[in-house]
Nanobody, 118 residues
Framework: VQLVESGGGLVQPGGSLRLSCTTS????????MSWYRQAPGKEREMVAV?????????NYADSVKGRFTISRDNAKNEVYLQMNSLKPEDTAVYYC???????????WGQGTQVTVSS
């Protein structure tokens, strides 16, 4: 099983980034996919989640609603996080996670650094 995040980097406040998570080794379409982030000295927090199969249901942390969009491409086994209007407080390591309910399984990527600074 592999989950590999990419697309992180340094961006100025107000800028945009698109994170990608490329996966392999599990039935991607059956997994609920999420993005989490962890800032220095803080706990890891959920940023966005998208349902399995059709991906028709999404949910976001209040702090990113209206600015971030999660999406998935089941044909490519990838999940994305479009981040707009970035703020310095969005600076963190961003992780993608795949979760299956039956059977109960959970997989994490290694993370990608996002730094928002002028």
């Amino acid at each position: 099983v592999q989950l590999v995040e990419s697309g992180g980097g340094l961006v100025q406040p107000g800028g945009s980034l698109r994170l990608s998570c490329t996966t392999s080794g599990f039935t991607f379409s059956s997994y609920i996919m999420s993005w989490y982030r962890q800032a220095p000295g803080k706990e890891r927090e959920m940023v966005a989640v998208i349902s399995s199969i059709g991906g028709g249901t999404t949910n976001y942390a209040d702090s990113v609603k209206g600015r971030f969009t999660i999406s998935r491409d089941n044909a490519k086994n990838e999940v994305y996080l479009q981040m707009n209007s970035l703020k310095p407080e969005d600076t963190a390591v961003y992780y993608c996670k795949g979760r299956s309910l039956l059977p109960m399984r959970e997989y994490w990527g290694q993370g990608t650094q996002v730094t928002v600074s002028s």
